[in-house]
Nanobody, 127 residues
Framework: QVQLVESGGGLVQAGDSLRLSCAAS????????MGWFRQAPGKEREFVAA????????YYADSRKGRFTISRDNAKNTVYLQMNSLKPEDTAVYYC????????????????????WGQGTQVTVSS
C-alpha cells in the first residue's frame, strides 16, 4: 500500500517555474514506478511524466519535453516535478501516481497502469 500527498501547487504567472512534490508513505515506494498526470476543467486526465523506481528511466509527454523534469529521491520517499516556462495551458490539477514495477527501468504512461493516486494539487498559470 502506498499513500501519496502532493504539494507545491499555486498561482503563478506565465514564464514562471514551480516544483511539485509528491510524498509517499509505505514500504514499496522504492520499488514503485511513479507518474505525474494532470486534469484541466472539462478535460480528461492526461499524462505528464513518468519515472522508473531506480530513476534511471524517465519519459515525458511530447508537449512537456524540455520544460518539465521528473525526478525522485528514494531516501526521502518523494518524487518531484520541476516545471519551467509555465504557460496558461498548463493550468490544471496535478496528480502523482504509483505502482509496483518489476524492473528497475520500467515506467508507465497510462493512468490505467497505476494503482495509487494522490489527491492532487492545483496549478494555475495566469497570462
Amino acid at each position: 500500500q502506498v499513500q501519496l500527498v502532493e504539494s507545491g501547487g499555486g498561482l503563478v504567472q506565465a514564464g514562471d517555474s514551480l516544483r511539485l512534490s509528491c510524498a509517499a508513505s509505505g514500504r514499496t515506494f522504492s520499488r514503485s514506478a511513479m507518474g505525474w498526470f494532470r486534469q484541466a476543467p472539462g478535460k480528461e486526465r492526461e499524462f505528464v511524466a513518468a519515472i522508473s523506481w531506480s530513476g534511471s528511466s524517465t519519459y515525458y509527454a511530447d508537449s512537456r519535453k524540455g520544460r518539465f523534469t521528473i525526478s525522485r529521491d528514494n531516501a526521502k520517499n518523494t518524487v518531484y516535478l520541476q516545471m519551467n516556462s509555465l504557460k496558461p495551458e498548463d493550468t490544471a490539477v496535478y496528480y502523482c501516481a504509483a505502482r509496483p514495477a518489476p524492473g528497475s527501468g520500467s515506467y508507465y504512461t497510462s493512468a490505467y497502469d497505476y494503482d495509487y493516486w494522490g489527491q492532487g494539487t492545483q496549478v494555475t498559470v495566469s497570462s
